[in-house]
């Protein structure tokens, strides 16, 4: 869907929002999750998260996700945080944090992500950024996100391939700047699906 996307009453960048909130208030980070295996933790409500990787690994994973879920995911994306929050964050705060939350994403070197071995088009075209910052409570800050995502329509009953590569050259090693992110999920939608050989 689109960058100007809204669901449920909230916009596309509300949601990338809420999805650092769920990220980083799981007793497992999900992005450090090896498999899948606990890919649904804190899911609820309409839109199903998953996650990338911190950069450190590559990640094939496996998840169960009910029927007539909305999927966000991340393709490459980054969170500045100031912490303590506080209720009345200047807006020269939240600006830098903005500005923080961009260097990398303004350096994509590359993103490719594949649908059941379709192409997605034009993956800058959904880049999405805080449109002002919010509460990160599981960290006590305040914060701002910035990030290349793909948000889907609830896909049919069955088992779908989705398939993300993405790195940064900032040129810089500090603050990810040269992250590479490669990771595969098998979404089994509406339950397990055992593939047999006749």
């Avoid at 980070?29 to 911190?54: H, K, N």
Wanted: charged share 20%; glycine share 10%; with cysteine.
């Amino acid at each position: 869907m689109p960058a100007d996307t809204v669901v449920e009453g909230a916009s596309f960048g509300e949601w990338t929002g809420r999805w650092w909130n769920w990220a980083l208030s799981q007793p497992i980070e999900p992005f450090l999750d090896p498999d899948g295996r606990i890919c649904d933790r804190g899911q609820d409500g309409p839109v199903w998260y998953l996650a990338g990787t911190d950069g450190s690994f590559d990640a094939h994973r496996e998840c169960v996700v009910p029927e007539g879920k909305y999927l966000l995911i991340p393709i490459i994306n980054m969170v500045q945080m100031r912490v303590p929050a506080t209720a009345h964050l200047s807006s020269a705060a939240c600006e830098g944090l903005r500005r923080s939350a961009a260097v990398n994403n303004d350096n994509l070197a590359s993103a490719v992500v594949l649908v059941d071995g379709v192409k997605v088009p034009d993956v800058t075209a959904f880049r999405v950024r805080s449109g002002r910052c919010f509460e990160l409570a599981a960290r006590n800050a305040n914060a701002a996100a910035d990030g290349y995502w793909l948000f889907l329509r609830p896909l049919p009953r069955g088992r779908h391939v989705i398939t993300v590569g993405a790195n940064y050259d900032s040129g810089r090693d500090r603050g990810y700047g040269t992250m590479v992110q490669n990771f595969e999920y098998v979404v089994h939608v509406g339950g397990r699906t055992n593939l047999t050989s006749l």
